[in-house]
């Protein structure tokens, strides 16, 4: 049973650690949109035009993978223990 424990507490900080920088890299691009579509759009050869839709593809793919891999799990284990 210590390690079913373990394992909740670790997915516990993990979904906590990847929603703080979720919430981070969305301030951000809220905050300095202008200055990283011209840094990304200098790096990676993409349009300035593309870049936004492709932010909130990469926000949106990443919830779901923190929902998948760490809540969903995280809750799973808290309902059976």
Same mark, same amino acid.
């Not at 300035?48 to 779901?64: R, T």
């Given at each position: 049973?210590? =390690? +079913?424990?373990? #394992?909740?507490? /670790?997915?516990?900080?993990?979904?906590?650690?990847?929603?703080? +920088?979720? /919430?981070?890299?969305?301030?951000? &691009?809220?905050?300095?949109?202008?200055? #990283?579509?011209? +840094?990304?759009?200098?790096?990676?050869?993409?349009?300035?035009?593309? *870049?936004?839709? #492709? =932010? *909130?593809? %990469? &926000?949106?793919?990443?919830?779901?993978? #923190? *929902?998948? /891999?760490?809540?969903?799990?995280? %809750?799973?284990?808290?309902?059976?223990?």
């Amino acid at each position: 049973m210590y =390690y +079913i424990e373990m #394992i909740t507490e /670790f997915l516990g900080w993990c979904a906590v650690v990847n929603v703080a +920088i979720l /919430f981070l890299s969305s301030v951000m &691009l809220i905050v300095m949109r202008g200055w #990283i579509i011209k +840094i990304h759009a200098k790096l990676t050869g993409v349009s300035e035009a593309d *870049l936004p839709s #492709i =932010y *909130l593809q %990469f &926000l949106g793919n990443y919830k779901l993978l #923190i *929902l998948m /891999f760490n809540l969903v799990p995280y %809750f799973a284990l808290r309902l059976s223990a």
